[in-house]
């Protein structure tokens, strides 16, 4: 029996190894010896930049009113690799880990093939949807489109929520080359779902195009058009469309009472996201505190200084994945935006951000905010007491590189 712990631990280890690359080529072949999970059920395909996280909840709690069983698959995952696999809201098991990883591990060891993270992930979502016989699946894309590991899946909608700059490394220095990237996920003769700054992708004949208007107020009204847009198109009930669009996945402007002082958590990681956030909160500059962290293959110089227009105060914390921006590295890259140096503050911990945050923004009568990367949010969580189910083990690159045992 393969023990679930030992598996992650394989598995964060490829990560490692093997780190990110884009292309079908692994995925084409380990579908194929698994017997073609992804042609078993019809899909839902969602690409863009900002969005398609909470875009993808939502449709996938809308579709729960029609068909019996809804897949949803999303990335990363808050607090226990499970998140990122569900069927009807509920987490994929340990057990049901521990039945298929192994298998995709050994075809690719025999068949020498030597795929990355996401791609077993996404396979092992593929497999369980399969094994569990879905309706249908709701799928997220890991960045881009057209080379993503999840572009395999028997698509009949695809969605593209967002355009703008981010993995650019990957995708293009231009909004038309990450248009072109994200247009990869659209099939022949299937619909697709734009919103507003999506409908520079080209979309191919004979396809047909579902507009999202904008502007809106803020980037939740946004998701809520493309996904109700989404819903429409499958005819869910309007009260099951209302139902479903109230619906938002862990830190994405997410409000939490701790001690009497509400924080607000919220995963905006690229200028856009980041400016959304802080204008649709409109809170005065000298009344606000943020916990930030920042990955380092970010625009990490656009970032801070939208970081340095919003908030008085900034408490800079180190993710504990590996790819974090330092603490000492970005301070005085703040300062030359024009942040005061007695303002910034350099924590060796996320959770003595979070302390020393609140305890002087109860002190000053201020705001607390937590932002930027998905990896410091699981600490933060804990921190506030929520109780989440949280594995042993997480994604740290840092100590995988140290510590990690490779089951063979």
Do not use: W
């Not at 490829?14 to 073609?36: E, H, I, R, S, T």
């Not at 399969?130 to 799928?139: F, H």
Request: aromatic fraction near 8%.
């Amino acid at each position: 029996m393969h023990n679930y712990n030992a598996l992650l631990s394989r598995l964060y280890s490829v990560n490692v190894d093997k780190g990110m690359k884009l292309g079908l080529q692994n995925m084409l072949k380990l579908d194929a010896l698994l017997g073609f999970p992804s042609r078993q059920f019809p899909a839902v395909h969602i690409a863009g930049t900002n969005g398609k996280g909470s875009v993808t909840i939502k449709i996938g709690k809308g579709l729960e009113s029609r068909y019996p069983k809804v897949g949803v698959f999303t990335s990363p995952h808050i607090s226990t690799f499970r998140e990122r696999i569900a069927i009807n809201g509920k987490l994929i098991t340990e057990q049901e880990i521990e039945k298929i990883l192994p298998q995709i591990f050994e075809l690719a060891e025999k068949n020498e093939i030597f795929p990355t993270f996401f791609e077993i992930t996404t396979l092992l979502a593929l497999k369980h949807f399969a094994e569990t016989s879905v309706n249908i699946a709701v799928i997220e894309t890991g960045l881009g489109g057209r080379l993503d590991a999840t572009n395999i899946v028997h698509s009949i909608l695809s969605v593209i929520t967002s355009i703008d700059f981010d993995h650019m490394e990957f995708l293009g220095n231009t909004l038309d080359s990450i248009a072109k990237e994200k247009a990869g996920i659209i099939k022949p003769g299937t619909p697709v779902i734009l919103g507003p700054s999506a409908q520079i992708v080209p979309v191919p004949e004979p396809n047909s195009s579902i507009f999202v208007q904008g502007p809106f107020d803020d980037v939740e009204q946004e998701n809520r058009a493309i996904a109700k847009k989404a819903l429409e198109y499958f005819n869910i009930s309007t009260p099951a469309i209302k139902k479903a669009l109230t619906t938002r996945p862990a830190c994405r402007r997410e409000k939490v009472l701790f001690k009497g002082k509400e924080i607000l958590l919220d995963v905006s990681h690229n200028p856009r996201g980041l400016f959304c956030l802080f204008k649709e909160l409109g809170i005065a500059k000298e009344t606000l505190r943020v916990v930030f962290a920042i990955s380092q293959n970010k625009d990490v110089q656009a970032c801070l200084k939208i970081l340095e227009h919003a908030a008085g105060n900034i408490h800079l914390v180190e993710a504990p994945n590996g790819r974090s921006a330092s603490p000492e590295y970005l301070k005085p890259l703040l300062v030359q935006l024009g942040a005061s140096q007695e303002n910034i503050f350099i924590h060796p911990s996320i959770s003595d951000g979070l302390n020393t945050a609140l305890s002087l923004a109860k002190k000053f009568n201020q705001h607390v905010i937590v932002c930027g990367t998905f990896f410091i949010m699981s600490e933060a969580r804990q921190f506030l007491g929520l109780n989440d189910f949280r594995d042993p083990i997480d994604m740290n690159e840092a100590i995988l590189k140290k510590h990690c045992t490779i089951i063979q």
